[in-house]
């Protein structure tokens, strides 16, 4: 029989040219390998522990994407936080110096990563969800979204048009790496209207999966590929 040493993981030789890989699919194994200690960090203070594992799961599907586009292993992307172009604090766009432009987003038990070569990306996703009647930031949108929203017939269409403003509204901020306490009054409409934030700002409707509705920011006449990442 052949085989690693214990505990490892890796391909087992076997006769006649095949290759037989053996996972660990043991959560702890796979953070382990993969995270930063200030990641690991962030799963151990989650009071849910499945939204931590959610959020580790992300972290290693965002590591993978940048390794695969920055030939490193998944454990030495290092990621980096901008200064807040509104106020100069440590929360601005994450971004990996010479690594490509990212956008992350999670939503429920999905998370999502736009990744482009040179050009900034912004991105958000949301499933359905039982938005407030009046959410607190309705009053910073800007006057027409406002108008619009209060033209629904009934919850059903009210809570889609909020959503279908929301994912707009955070992808755009996202791409300028601009926080939600700033810049709701940015115009992003609805996605039945051609309003754009911007004539260097672009906004894609997405449907990753056919219950989560996304948006995508990008620079204008950038291609979009969607792929799922299969583990
Ligand atoms: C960034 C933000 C819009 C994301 O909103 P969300 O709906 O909660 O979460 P999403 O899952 O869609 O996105 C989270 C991801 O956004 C990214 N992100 C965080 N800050 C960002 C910024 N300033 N610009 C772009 N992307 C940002 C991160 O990658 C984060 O993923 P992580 O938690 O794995 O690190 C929101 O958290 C926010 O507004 N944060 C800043 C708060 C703020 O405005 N503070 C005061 C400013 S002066």
């Known amino acids: 029989m052949v085989g690693p040493a214990s505990g490892e993981v890796g391909p087992v030789s076997a006769p006649a040219g095949v290759t037989v890989w053996v996972f660990d699919t043991a959560p702890e194994r796979l953070v382990q390998a993969t995270l930063s200690d200030s990641e690991r960090a962030r799963i151990g203070r989650s009071r849910v522990r499945d939204s931590g594992l959610g959020y580790a799961t992300a972290r290693v599907g965002l590591r993978h994407v940048m390794s ?73 949108l800007p006057a027409a979204e406002r108008r619009r929203l209060s033209t629904a017939r009934d ?39 051609d309003i754009q934030p911007g004539p260097d700002i672009r906004l894609h409707m997405l449907r990753p999966r056919t219950d989560v509705l996304a948006c995508l920011a990008t620079a204008p006449d950038t291609p979009v590929t969607i792929r799922s990442w299969r583990w």
């Open 155 to 193: 919850g059903a269409q009210r809570a889609d048009l909020v959503r279908d403003c929301w994912v707009r509204k955070e992808a755009a901020l996202k791409l300028l790496g601009v926080g939600l306490s700033h810049g709701l009054d940015i115009p992003t409409g609805f996605s039945d209207q």
């Open 68 to 140: 695969a586009e920055m030939a490193c292993s998944a454990k030495e992307v290092v990621f980096k936080r901008a200064s807040c172009p509104q106020c100069g604090g440590g929360h601005g766009k994450p971004f990996v110096r010479r690594g490509p432009r990212f956008s992350v987003t999670h939503t429920g038990r999905v998370a999502a990563v736009a990744v482009c070569a040179d050009r900034e990306v912004g991105l958000d996703a949301e499933l359905p969800r039982a938005w407030p009647r009046t959410p607190s930031w309705l009053g910073r």
